[in-house]
């Protein structure tokens, strides 16, 4: 079910930036440098990369991480 909401979003965070999927904590991190013969092919090698990583990826093997918060905690506690 999650795979037919799922997205793939540009992420703009302190700690990253880049492709991750709206469902879960998968987030694209290319395997090396771009590679072509141009500007055009390295854009399409990795448009490729990205789309058939996030096609692939399950998002049970990249659940998110919660903190709790100290209220949340104590309720429990």
């Not at 999927?21 to 090396?32: I, L, V």
């Amino acid at each position: 079910m999650g795979a037919m909401r799922r997205k793939l979003v540009w992420v703009e965070k302190q700690n990253f930036q880049g492709w991750a999927c709206t469902e879960c904590a998968w987030a694209f991190n290319p395997s090396g440098p771009l590679v072509g013969g141009s500007i055009v092919e390295m854009m399409a090698i990795y448009k490729r990369q990205r789309d058939k990583e996030f096609t692939s990826h399950v998002c049970a093997k990249h659940p998110r991480v919660t903190k709790k918060s100290p209220l949340t905690k104590s309720l429990a506690g």
